[in-house]
């Protein structure tokens, strides 16, 4: 290996030795992968497929090194030869082809499946650019273009022998047939030619590996290229071969709030025809008959981004398969399975009738059908309620409406913790709900507890290892029993410990990296998390300039503190970069001023991804989870936070309610208005944001400093959108109404902290409570009442 770069050793940069080191491990995992696909397809196990335009998958070494079982002698061989390991695993990029939580719940969930020796997939984009990479320049986010497969990427084998053809635009033409049916023919498309990239996803300690398939839009050659060429129109040739590669050229950077473009449009069908193709191909080798296609597949879509599964699954089974509508229902209804993910009205897809019939005239006649059996199903269910159907149709208002179609189309629908699916049972679809009530279900989301705590808090595991043994890696929710140890002197200055030398570590690393100097004797209060107005970032920073004028006005604010927050802000998002913005004037103001000093620190850490995010988790002391009641649909850091033992200041907002539950309402610190006010302010229409600003001195002191822009260059507009949310347009989030039970909830968290042996406890027990936070969990529970899966043993 030594000489893969025709180097020696000495030679070699970090970047090589990296490659080096990860070759080896890749073939290793590939002889495990290959016996892996052959038993699945000889025993003809039932496969799950999970659809899911993002994977934010994070880097790959360290946790394949780890699940082979072999990290530790690895770094001692390397260190033997004087490198060290960590320096290598710094050298992978991120493959951060996600958004954020729903991006990443995907890559936790690949990595349960093959953990846990359940046969399921991933199909996805491979972005040549992932998410972009976030400068903070004068304290503004510049956009940075990510570039992760600039360097070879070792976890990938294109396949072109498995490549397959994906139709845009075009014509529909109808014919019958000898007997009388329809049957139709897409002419004069746009042929893509779609290569899958397959990556491995390794198991735990096991033999199990399972596959994420990603696809790359490439022109197919001989339809156009040489056709233009010979009638020399080279520049024509060569930007309809850009037009195509496109499609899987970058991630678009929204999350949770819809836009209408046509090349997302483009993405969506994309991925879906193609992995849809490759699967009824690889069913085809084992099985003839298509009817028992659901039987043996099963396709579980993330949000309804992948949706279009439904209509050209259809597509397939009438038009290539020859089946007739019923039974084509039929089997597609009991092939796909819906998770929803947000119930905000601007986040749910709407696509044009036009771009849609454009794009795809198949498949929009195809949606059009399933529309209009579905509303002469309602007219037939609701013949005096007319109005009910134009609610509920698909096609509705000139667009097609995903979610509907999704909902239709799947035999499951669920959310992704207990107050959202029964927010979408009782609000969002309750229309659905009253039809299909069987289809509704919940699946609390989880976390990979091997990536956020083995991996990345090897400290906090060795010594839940020594404490209660090393079964709980296994089964998580087996770490119930660290409740017993409260009263365990040992265990909780054991503890509290390893949470000041991950706080050491990490200030270490932010003073090399950002040039910080953080104090890890302080408080480490930290929010990370994609910045979005019902985040509610700013009631955080409301907090911390409330906290510096007490600060300067000589008062004890308790125990030192350090606020840490990170995020990226969608670059069309124009709000939540000004959030941006005020975190660094924040950060600013409170570093210039000498009187701040030992007291409050406040930092915005550039860039956050994955390979940050492994870092902070284990250094946190409080999390942030402070989103408007009813908004946040789950959280997944709020996991994380729980699992590396930081205590939670939050609403109760998506699971944030279950973390309470299962840590103890004495060991969270919860505030703000609860769900059910939320939407009753909402009915009642009788907010005013501005009596709150005027009866509460503390807030006005806050506003004139933000009027006052903070000592920026544009004192008077700098931050005039963020007072103007608050004031002319009456705080849709509610930050002022929570602002007074928020500063209360930190003022219990100063005085919590002050004392060491309760906040240990606290922080203890939180650790205990988070074993049912692990996705193995959430897994089972899908695999069980939605999959049908069964555990798969070599
Ligand atoms: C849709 C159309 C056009 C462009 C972009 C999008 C788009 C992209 C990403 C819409 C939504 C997203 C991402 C949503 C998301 O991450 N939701 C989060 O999902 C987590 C996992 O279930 C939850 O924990 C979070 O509460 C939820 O906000």
């Not at 097609?400 to 029964?422: D, P, Q, T």
Request: hydrophobic residues 40%; glycine residues 6%.
């Amino acid at each position: 290996m030594a000489n893969m770069f025709g180097k020696t050793l000495a030679e070699s940069s970090d970047t090589d030795r990296y490659a080096a080191l990860a070759s080896l491990i890749r073939e290793e995992i590939n002889a495990r992968w290959v016996d892996t696909n052959n038993a699945y397809l000889q025993r003809g196990t039932r496969q799950l497929y999970y659809f899911s335009l993002e994977f934010l998958l994070g880097q790959f070494l360290e946790s394949n090194l780890l699940y082979l079982g072999v990290r530790d002698v690895c770094a001692q061989g390397l260190e033997e030869l004087g490198l060290s390991l960590q320096s290598l695993i710094d050298m992978e990029p991120d493959a951060g082809l996600g958004n954020g939580g729903l991006g990443r719940l995907a890559a936790c969930f690949l990595d349960s499946m093959a953990s846990l020796g359940l046969p399921g997939h991933g199909c996805g984009i491979r972005y040549k650019y992932g998410l972009f990479a976030q400068k903070i320049v004068d304290g503004y986010q510049v956009e940075l273009p990510d570039n992760w497969l600039r360097e070879a990427n070792i976890w990938e084998v294109r396949k072109s022998d498995k490549a397959v053809m994906v139709k845009f635009g075009g014509h529909v033409r109808s014919e019958l047939n000898a007997q009388g049916r329809p049957v139709f023919f897409h002419e004069d498309y746009l042929p893509v030619m779609a290569v899958p990239y397959d990556m491995p996803i390794l198991g735990y300690k096991g033999n199990v590996v399972n596959t994420l398939r990603l696809w790359s839009a490439e022109a197919v050659e001989e339809v156009f290229d040489f056709a233009s060429f010979s009638r020399g129109e080279h520049v024509n040739a060569v930007s309809n071969r850009y037009a195509i590669e496109a499609i899987s050229e970058v991630l678009y950077p929204d999350d949770s709030n819809y836009q209408n473009r046509q090349l997302r449009l483009k993405q969506q069908y994309f991925f879906v025809s193609a992995g849809l193709q490759s699967i009824v191909r690889r069913y085809k080798k084992k099985e003839s008959d298509m009817h028992k296609f659901a039987d043996q597949i099963c396709i579980q879509i993330n949000d309804t981004h992948p949706a279009l599964a439904v209509p050209e699954l259809m597509r397939i089974l009438i038009d290539e398969e020859n089946f007739g509508w019923e039974e084509a229902w039929d089997i597609t209804t009991r092939t796909i399975a819906y998770t929803n993910h947000t119930i905000m009205p601007e986040a749910l897809e709407r696509w044009p009738v036009e771009s849609l019939r454009e794009l795809l005239p198949r498949i929009y006649m195809i949606i059009d059908e399933i529309n209009r059996r579905f509303c002469a199903e309602l007219i037939q269910l609701y013949p005096r309620d007319p109005s009910r159907i134009v609610r509920m149709a698909i096609i509705g208002d000139g667009t097609v409406r995903m979610a509907h179609l999704a909902v239709v189309g799947a035999f499951s629908v669920n959310g992704v913790a207990a107050v959202h699916s029964e927010l979408l049972k009782s609000v969002v679809l309750h229309d659905f709900y009253e039809i299909y009530p069987a289809k509704f279900n919940n699946k609390t989301n989880g976390i990979s507890h091997r990536r956020w705590l083995l991996e990345s808090n090897p400290r906090l595991t060795q010594l839940i290892c020594e404490t209660i043994g090393p079964q709980w890696i296994r089964e998580p929710v087996l770490m119930e029993h660290l409740s017993t140890f409260t009263k365990d002197a040992t265990v909780l200055s054991r503890l509290s410990r390893a949470k000041r030398e991950n706080k050491i570590d990490f200030s270490n690393f932010a003073s090399r990296r950002f040039g910080f100097a953080l104090d890890p004797s302080s408080i480490f209060d930290v929010q990370v998390k994609r910045i979005h107005a019902y985040k509610r970032q700013l009631l955080n920073l409301l907090h911390v300039l409330h906290l510096y004028c007490r600060v300067m006005d000589g008062e004890d604010i308790g125990p030192p503190r350090t606020f840490i927050m990170a995020g990226k802000a969608a670059p069309s998002y124009y709000y939540a970069k000004n959030v941006i913005k005020l975190a660094n004037e924040v950060s600013r103001i409170i570093a210039s001023e000498p009187r701040c000093r030992d007291k409050l620190t406040m930092v915005f850490l550039e860039n956050y991804g994955i390979a940050l995010a492994q870092m902070i988790f284990p250094a946190s002391d409080v999390s942030e989870q402070i989103s408007t009641a009813s908004k946040e649909a789950s959280g997944t850091s709020n996991m994380k936070f729980m699992m590396n033992g930081a205590v939670t200041i939050g609403t109760l907002d998506g699971a944030n309610i279950e973390i309470v539950e299962k840590a103890g309402a004495e060991n969270c610190i919860t505030f703000g208005l609860t769900v059910e006010e939320v939407l009753e302010l909402y009915r009642d229409g009788r907010y005013r944001a501005q009596d709150i600003l005027d009866a509460d001195p503390r807030l006005q002191r806050v506003f004139e400093l933000l009027r006052g822009g903070l000592g920026t260059n544009m004192p008077a507009q700098e931050f005039s959108n963020i007072v103007r949310s608050l004031t002319d347009y009456n705080d849709e989030y509610f930050v002022l109404k929570d602002f007074d039970s928020y500063v209360a909830g930190q003022e219990r968290v100063a005085e919590l902290y002050a004392d060491p042996v309760k906040w240990g406890v606290m922080s203890l027990l939180n650790i205990a409570g988070s074993g049912t936070f692990s996705s193995d969990n959430t897994i089972s529970q899908y695999a069980k009442d939605i999959w049908k899966l069964d555990h798969f043993r070599f």
